[in-house]
């Protein structure tokens, strides 16, 4: 039976891409004032997304071409803090999360964030834009801990609040999402609508899929179903 829900964040309950984007424009105007730069838009999302901001901050500059190695780092540290900045500036929740959270407490299912999202900005995110308790707890990275798909960074909450697999949902959109719920062995349910390529879903295997988030409640009562007839 499933009890708990866990969630990624970006791509997932909220759409992020329009803050990552500023940030990424705003640092290269800031860094190479004077030069004609590549200008980030959502075709590029696609490649940028899915393990945390170090990878995509080193995918953003592979796009830009930049090589020498201080300007790397001035260019990380200066996305760092505007992103930090700027990152609930354009964000907003998906169609029906709200709604959708809303329904699985009234079912009495804990709901979880677990991402590789800086901890500092989770936090902030998740007070901006879920009230009413719709998120038992969150976990997301700090910089020491395990980092998706790594299984290990789903001790915390196991531990915390005694989970067990099996009674566990993953709800996400990347394909790092898919290798995370198969390294820890729980049920995983992949969005369609987030920042991961649909060729790259379509492949996937023990999987559901929905195309907006209020599906949700079917696939739980479904995986129950199933339980209660074994």
Do not use: W
């Amino acid at each position: 039976m499933i009890k708990h829900v866990i969630f990624d964040l970006d791509g997932t309950l909220l759409d992020t891409m329009n803050d990552m984007l500023l940030a990424l424009n705003l640092t290269t105007k800031s860094i190479f004032p004077k030069r004609r730069m590549h200008q980030f838009k959502k075709s590029d999302g696609v490649f940028l997304y899915g393990n945390g901001q170090n990878v995509l901050v080193n995918r953003a500059l592979e796009i830009l071409d930049v090589k020498d190695e201080q300007l790397r780092e001035e260019f990380r540290k200066t996305f760092y803090r505007i992103y930090e900045e700027k990152s609930n500036t354009l964000t907003k929740p998906y169609p029906c999360v709200i709604d959708t959270l809303l329904e699985l407490k009234r079912r009495g299912i804990n709901c979880f964030i677990l991402s590789n999202k800086p901890m500092r900005i989770l936090s902030r995110a998740v007070t901006k834009y879920f009230s009413d308790s719709l998120i038992l707890d969150f976990v997301g990275y700090t910089g020491e801990e395990h980092k998706k798909p790594d299984p290990l960074c789903f001790l915390p909450l196991k531990e915390k609040y005694s989970l067990k697999e099996e009674e566990c949902l993953y709800v996400g959109d990347s394909l790092v999402d898919y290798k995370f719920a198969r390294n820890v062995n729980m049920h995983l349910c992949m969005v369609m609508y987030g920042y991961e390529s649909k060729q790259n879903l379509d492949v996937l295997d023990n999987t559901f899929f929905i195309t907006k988030m209020d599906k949700l409640p079917q696939v739980i009562d479904y995986i129950n179903s199933y339980v209660l007839a074994k």
